[in-house]
């Protein structure tokens, strides 16, 4: 039965494998669309589990302010670029208010002009030039700005792009790292060619300088930020990188490298005690706390003013950009499509002063594989044998699990798996199996309705393709209730008329014949000539089969009457029919060859059936049954014992009855 049952489902266990390979494949694979559509997915989930631990303004408590170039500003100050001399007023005024460290995300490159330069240049009289020469350091924006960043622990910020010109704009400051190497194997860092800096004596007084670079996803969201890029063979870090070592007045960044095949990968950014984990590449996931404005905004206007709460500022780390939509620093985040650029880099600063980035530990690889692999073969190997009822539980629950820990990782530790190629094979593993078993049962029940629709009343038939689990083709051992009912005469009815109404003849009397047998849940074994055998308790059990049994006996002996008054209306030969009864064991199931088969019953009680409506004749009575199937019967019917009888093929003599009353 196990054998038969795993031929059965050899299908759906080869088709689920098949699904598991092809879902291992995707989830490893680097060809193009497939690999794009597995990390679009992977994004999309990862951005829900982001968006669902949210920290939000509510409980949120920063060490980093945003001094916000705001559209008020603009209005109240001016349009942006400001003059240096204003932004230098910024600086001090946020000085005096107790912050501790300044971000700039914005670019000092081109070098303001000086006004009393310009008129100087543009006059002949000596005198004149010689009292606007004396002017001029009064009018230099870039030295005064340059004095306010030498007053505190400043930070500028510069781009590192992708323009192929290598174009150089600015001064840098001095790299991380001397080389793009160690133990003379590369850095896996991305390298940029290009660079947009602050003038030199402006990055000269401040106390660093950091990029504020940002790579978007290939949808163009952005949830990595480098922490480390490559510039000209040299190391340089981020502007967020910059001002906590600032803020934790240390004086160098440690970069903590683990072998890359024949390079080396980065592994984590050390600062003083806090223990940054980063990507192969030197990248952070970004742990978004809330939609814009998550963080505390200043407007700047209001610090020039001197209406900002100095209790916002004082301790700070503040941080210099814009949110205002037409200074073009907006990005696409999973939190917003239209989040502050500073506010990234605000994210980045406190993600690192308390240490909670996301992050993709070395293990978390071979775990995401390992639920892959457990969840595809524990699917692939139990569905085929269970229900559909069944399979929905199991399904939900081990999605439930799947999803949970993946949850539980995230939000109690920060650890990001990967869950998409688990999900896939869970859902083709269940759509495979739940296809292959609806359309096994669809061809299992019409094969049902096919191989008994001649032999079982339709409304069985209906009932078997309900539940067809429960009805065995293959050979099987049942008690069954055997009917044999013979035409007497039929030799010599056959030589008294033509082919054609011999013909006419047997089907009118074949015809009700069946539907009675049918009408009392009988099953049509065969017709022999003018020969009918029917069995009841088979396919379908039935426990009133006795009773069934006779009852169709004496509506098949009823229905022989009225045909006889029918065919003698009509000058045709009266016609007289023998039944005879038995109950017992017989072998019943799907028989024949591979060219024609049929639902029939052998063994010895079909035989002694057979032979008990051969003795009608010679009792001269019209139905006969054996005492195994008059036992149960006694009280419902009255039977007379005809004779204890040797029947050839048996030891034991058998009793047989004549019913009573029954017509």
């Known amino acids: 039965m196990i054998w038969r049952r795993a031929r059965d489902k050899a299908w759906p266990l080869i088709l689920g494998l098949t699904m598991l390979i092809a879902v291992v494949w995707a989830a490893y694979t680097q060809f193009g669309p497939v690999r794009e559509a597995v990390d679009t997915a992977e994004r999309f989930f990862y951005d829900q589990r982001l968006l669902w631990t949210q920290t939000g303004q509510d409980d949120f408590d920063t060490e980093v302010v945003v001094i916000d170039i705001d559209e008020s500003s603009l209005a109240r100050i001016g349009r942006w670029p400001w003059p240096r001399a204003t932004v230098a007023e910024l600086t001090e005024r946020l000085w005096d208010a107790g912050v501790v460290v300044i971000g700039y995300d914005v670019v000092f490159a081109e070098p303001e002009r000086n006004i009393a330069?310009?008129?100087?240049?543009?006059?002949?009289?000596?005198?004149?030039?010689?009292?606007?020469?004396?002017?001029?350091?009064?009018?230099?924006?870039?030295?005064?700005?340059?004095?306010?960043?030498?007053?505190?622990?400043s930070v500028l910020g510069f781009i590192l792009h992708s323009d192929q010109a290598g174009t150089k704009v600015g001064s840098l400051p001095p790299p991380t790292k001397d080389s793009l190497s160690i133990e003379q194997r590369p850095l896996t860092v991305f390298r940029l060619p290009s660079v947009t800096a602050s003038r030199p004596e402006l990055v000269e007084a401040a106390g660093a300088s950091g990029f504020f670079t940002v790579r978007p996803d290939p949808d163009g969201v952005v949830r990595r930020a480098p922490l480390l890029l490559g510039y000209e063979d040299k190391?340089?870090?981020?502007?967020?990188?910059?001002?906590?070592?600032?803020?934790?007045?240390?004086?160098?960044?440690?970069?903590?490298?683990?072998?890359?095949?024949?390079?080396?990968?980065?592994?984590?950014?050390?600062?003083?005690?806090?223990?940054?984990?980063?990507?192969?590449?030197?990248?952070?996931?970004i742990p978004y706390r809330g939609p814009e404005k998550t963080f505390p905004y200043v407007s700047a206007a209001d610090v020039l003013e001197g209406k900002a709460a100095e209790e916002k500022l004082e301790g700070k780390i503040a941080l210099l950009g814009t949110s205002a939509l037409g200074l073009y620093d907006l990005r696409p985040t999973p939190v917003g499509s239209a989040y502050p650029g500073v506010e990234v880099h605000?994210?980045?600063?406190?993600?690192?002063?308390?240490?909670?980035?996301?992050?993709?530990?070395?293990?978390?690889?071979?775990a995401d594989f390992i639920t892959l692999m457990s969840s595809g073969l524990l699917l692939t190997a139990t569905l085929p044998f269970l229900a559909p009822l069944s399979t929905l539980i199991l399904v939900a629950a081990l999605l439930a699990a799947v999803i949970a820990t993946n949850l539980w990782a995230w939000a109690a530790h920060g650890i990001v798996l990967s869950i998409i190629p688990t999900l896939a094979a869970v859902t083709l593993i269940t759509f495979v199996n739940l296809g292959w078993g609806f359309l096994f049962e669809y061809r299992r029940r019409n094969m049902l309705r096919q191989r008994f629709g001649e032999y079982v009343p339709p409304e069985l038939v209906e009932q078997m393709a309900e539940r067809p689990d429960e009805y065995n083709l293959e050979g099987e051992t049942r008690e069954i209730t055997l009917l044999f009912a013979d035409i007497r005469g039929f030799t010599t009815l056959s030589e008294k008329l033509d082919a054609a109404t011999l013909k006419?003849?047997?089907?009118?009397?074949?015809?009700?014949?069946?539907?009675?047998?049918?009408?009392?849940?009988?099953?049509?074994?065969?017709?022999?000539?003018?020969?009918?055998?029917?069995?009841?308790?088979?396919?379908?059990?039935?426990?009133?089969?006795?009773?069934?049994?006779?009852?169709?006996?004496?509506?098949?002996?009823?229905?022989?009457?009225?045909?006889?008054?029918?065919?003698?209306?009509?000058?045709?030969?009266?016609?007289?029919?023998?039944?005879?009864?038995?109950?017992?064991?017989?072998?019943?199931?799907?028989?024949?060859?591979?060219?024609?088969?049929?639902?029939?019953?052998?063994?010895?009680?079909?035989?002694?059936?057979?032979?008990?409506?051969?003795?009608?004749?010679?009792?001269?009575?019209?139905?006969?049954?054996?005492?195994?199937?008059?036992?149960?019967?006694?009280?419902?019917?009255?039977?007379?014992?005809?004779?204890?009888?040797?029947?050839?093929?048996?030891?034991?003599?058998?009793?047989?009855?004549?019913?009573?009353?029954?017509?």
């Open 117 to 153: 330069e310009q008129v100087a240049q543009a006059v002949d009289d000596p005198q004149l030039k010689n009292r606007l020469d004396r002017l001029r350091e009064q009018f230099d924006g870039d030295k005064r700005l340059a004095d306010s960043l030498s007053k505190g622990d």
């Open 235 to 285: 190391l340089y870090s981020s502007l967020a990188l910059e001002v906590v070592r600032q803020y934790q007045l240390l004086h160098s960044i440690d970069i903590i490298s683990k072998p890359f095949a024949d390079a080396k990968a980065i592994d984590r950014v050390e600062l003083g005690g806090l223990e940054i984990p980063t990507d192969y590449r030197g990248q952070v996931l």
């Open 346 to 366: 605000a994210t980045l600063i406190d993600a690192m002063l308390k240490g909670d980035f996301p992050r993709q530990p070395a293990w978390a690889e071979g």
């Open 504 to 663: 006419s003849v047997l089907n009118r009397f074949f015809t009700p014949m069946t539907r009675i047998i049918f009408e009392h849940h009988g099953t049509i074994d065969k017709y022999v000539g003018d020969m009918i055998m029917a069995f009841w308790g088979a396919p379908m059990d039935d426990p009133e089969q006795r009773k069934n049994a006779l009852e169709a006996a004496f509506a098949m002996l009823r229905e022989t009457d009225r045909l006889k008054e029918e065919f003698a209306a009509e000058g045709l030969p009266a016609i007289e029919i023998g039944i005879g009864l038995n109950t017992g064991p017989a072998s019943v199931g799907d028989m024949g060859s591979e060219y024609r088969r049929a639902y029939t019953a052998l063994g010895d009680s079909v035989n002694l059936a057979a032979r008990t409506e051969s003795k009608t004749k010679d009792y001269g009575v019209r139905l006969l049954v054996t005492e195994h199937t008059r036992e149960g019967l006694e009280k419902q019917y009255s039977f007379r014992e005809i004779e204890r009888v040797q029947v050839k093929g048996r030891n034991e003599p058998v009793t047989m009855y004549e019913p009573i009353g029954g017509l």
